[in-house]
């Protein structure tokens, strides 16, 4: 299967600080990458869609002013989680879409303290 | 709002039986359906996907579609205390590639 990066794979913070999270697409050229959240005990909740070139496509509820998504090529997909708070500490995984199959980076642990 | 249901278990087989996991979903217009394996603190791993009715086969893997009764299932033969994990339904809803996710079934699977 094709192979998704992330970076970092896990990252503390203070509350009101922003946190970059990077996602690559290694072996395969994404035009598509979604960005998810994943609470405990909880399914992958998609957040936006990114695409290249293009803005981020945001779901209901979620703040684009506080999820940041830069698509800058067919590779790189990067989140941007701007004055984080404690809610806002979760796993969050990006996915990239090789044909018509979706493969996921390794997930971030964020923790906002 | 498209929903995809599961079980959410745990589902306790002993090893060396079928595990049997099932989802439904409700769009009628969905046309691609996946089966992903999540291990503890771990992202999600594609394992299976269909496309048409009927059953598809990848080594001890078996996905089964049927979508007149908007169901698909996974069975896991020979299962191991590896195969212990939860596994997450997705179904393409919606067209632009999205998937929604179900809430997973955990399986575990007894030595």
Partial sequence: GAVVSQHP??????????VKIECR??????????????????????????????????EQGVEKDKFLINHASLTLSTLTVTSAHPEDSSFYICGGMDSYE???GPGTRLTVT | ?????????????PEGAIASLNCTYSDRGSQSFFWYRQYS???????????????????????QLNK??????LLIRDSQPSDSATYLCAVESGGYQKVTFGIGTKLQVIP
């Fill in chain 1, 9 to 18: 794979s896990w990252v503390i913070c203070k509350s009101g600080t922003s």
């Fill in chain 1, 25 to 58: 697409s290694l072996d395969f050229q994404a035009t598509t990458m979604f960005w998810y959240r994943q609470f405990p005990k909880q399914s992958l909740m998609l957040m936006a869609t990114s695409n290249e070139g293009s803005k981020a496509t945001y």
């Fill in chain 1, 102 to 104: 979706q493969y996921f």
């Fill in chain 2, 1 to 13: 709002q498209k929903e995809v249901e599961q079980n959410s278990g745990p589902l306790s087989v």
């Fill in chain 2, 41 to 63: 603190g771990k992202s999600p791993e594609l394992i299976m996907f269909i496309y048409s009715n009927g059953d598809k086969e990848d080594g001890r893997f078996t996905a």
């Fill in chain 2, 68 to 73: 007149a009764s908007q169901y698909v299932s």
